[in-house]
């Protein structure tokens, strides 16, 4: 988290993990459901671009959040904190779940892998995600960072 030094408040936050191919995880272990879908939607990207066997990796640096506050948008503080991993040669991945998110990817150079439209999401033949607003699809990104 990156915090203002004068004022102590937050100006944004990288919520970050390893990953590794054949790691399993059951959704159905989260009991809220809004929390269970959007794992579920991460899940389902994941597995359909093949993120390991595409970069030729057994393990990645996975993002699962990144925000920054309202007062420091558009400040580059989130392609910051990207940059500044402090690590070598490392495969990232990551999803996006707005069209914020999904600039900052690209503004970045990730890889664009998977585009799912909220609007045709389906579990159990119901339509999970409606009425996202400006909102409208849910992209996985890979990228190869030295």
């Not at 059951?26 to 389902?44: G, N, S």
């Not at 389906?122 to 990228?143: C, P, R």
């Amino acid at each position: 988290m990156l915090i203002e030094k004068d004022t102590g408040e937050p100006i944004g936050i990288r919520t970050n993990r390893f990953t590794w191919d054949g790691e399993v995880f059951d959704p159905t272990l989260i009991k809220q459901d809004a929390v269970r879908y959007t794992v579920l939607l991460c899940i389902r990207g994941t597995e359909r671009v093949d993120f390991f066997k595409r970069y030729g990796t057994t393990q990645a640096f996975h993002f699962f959040g990144l925000a920054t506050a309202h007062a420091h948008m558009r400040k580059g503080v989130t392609l910051d904190m990207i940059r500044n991993l402090g690590i070598g040669t490392v495969f990232a991945k990551g999803e996006a779940t707005s069209k914020c998110s999904q600039k900052i990817y690209k503004e970045f150079g990730f890889e664009e892998l998977f585009n799912q439209p909220y609007a045709t999401f389906e579990v159990d033949g119901k339509f999970i995600f409606q009425d996202t607003g400006k909102h409208k699809s849910f992209k996985v990104y890979g990228l190869k960072v030295s």
